[in-house]
């Protein structure tokens, strides 16, 4: 088994994920309702609560663990918020120099990329994927296409030239008066929401590449809330409607790039991963277009393997101790 941490952002975790990258063990801690007060991640915040709740966290995590199961510590190394961050890797280090166990580094998207490898139950073994694989990952700090040719071997092929797509549903869930994360919570408004209602841009769908801009969108929210005379006079159902108009755009664009771009690659499978990849829409289109294409597909099993998560670090860990050089 590794133990790995993962501390980029607002959320404190810890894991134990064994070589067949099933979970033994996920702690999530999140500051997100912090954030929600806030409304939004103040990196001065999440750094102090990372520093709080690393301890209990990792107790959390080994407690009936043996020392002689566990083989190495992996932490995210980067990107990430440089104070959050610092927390992770200095436990990390000194764990493994107490115990004497191997250090591994790892970069946080590459944990995102893996989270379609982990299982919560060995029956649910899910293995290597067929290469190349085509991953979408889809958060707060990330809106990318990678090109997973083989364990190791992964190209982005497409980003965001602005927002990430997570970051736009958190700042329309804003102007709407939702709460924070935005994602879940405009998700959840739309549900009753009709998204003809109001027409919104589809950005850089035509654009023959596979980038992705999503400013455009919260602006054209703005001058629509503009026009109906601001958030506070607007009805529940004005309100879902929009949400639904917004979260609908998002989906088609992020699925129409990823579909384009597989054919492009010939990729033999395809998956979502990233914060975003819990959105209902966007695993519903995802699975109907995957199905239509005759063609593979993943979704991280559970919706704790979704945002930042210590067991997806464990699962690129895992792959850098089976398939990498180490010394
Ligand atoms: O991967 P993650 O935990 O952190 C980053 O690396 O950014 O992703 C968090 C992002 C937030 O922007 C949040 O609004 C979004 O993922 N998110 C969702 C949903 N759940 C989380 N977006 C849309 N629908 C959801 N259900
Ligand atoms: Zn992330």
Excluded at 13 to 27: E, G, R, T
Aim: proline share 3%; hydrophobic share 40%; charged share 25%.
């Amino acid at each position: 088994m590794i133990l790995s941490l993962e501390t980029s952002c607002d959320e404190v975790s810890a894991a134990l994920v064994d070589s067949d990258f099933l979970v033994k063990k996920n702690i999530i801690f999140s500051s997100a309702a912090k954030a929600n007060e806030t409304g939004g991640v103040v990196p001065e915040l999440a750094a102090r609560e990372a520093a709080n709740m690393i301890e209990e966290v990792l107790e959390v995590t080994l407690s009936g663990m043996d020392w002689n199961d566990i083989k190495a510590v992996a932490v995210t190394t980067e990107p990430g918020l440089m104070g959050s961050l610092l927390t992770g890797i200095e436990s990390a280090k000194t764990i493994s120099w107490i115990q004497k166990k191997p250090l591994l580094s790892v970069h946080h998207i590459f944990g995102h990329i893996c989270a379609n490898l982990l299982c919560s139950q060995k029956n649910l073994y899910r293995g290597l994927p067929k290469f190349p694989a085509l991953v979408l990952t889809v958060s707060g700090g990330h809106n990318d296409i990678y090109c997973w040719k083989s364990p190791l071997e992964y190209k982005r092929i497409g980003h965001t030239l602005d927002d990430a797509a997570g970051e736009c549903f958190d700042k329309c869930a804003r102007m709407l008066g939702l709460g924070y994360p935005g994602g879940p919570h405009l998700s959840k408004c739309a549900v009753n929401g009709s998204a003809e209602r109001f027409s919104f841009p589809r950005p850089l769908k035509h654009s023959g590449d596979f980038n992705f801009s999503f400013s455009g969108l919260k602006t054209a929210l703005l001058y629509k809330l503009q026009d109906l005379g601001g958030e506070e006079n607007i009805d529940d159902q004005t309100r879902a409607d929009l949400a639904a108009g917004i979260e609908s755009a998002i989906v088609e664009v992020l699925l129409h790039k990823l579909m384009k771009a597989q054919e492009k690659y010939s990729a033999k499978e395809l998956h979502i991963t990233g914060g975003v990849s819990a959105n209902r829409l966007l695993r519903k289109h995802f699975e109907e277009q995957s199905i239509e294409k005759n063609l593979a597909y993943r979704i991280p099993e559970k919706m704790e393997y979704c945002t930042d998560n210590g067991a997806m670090i464990g699962a690129a860990a895992q792959l850098i101790g089976q398939y990498g050089d180490l010394d």
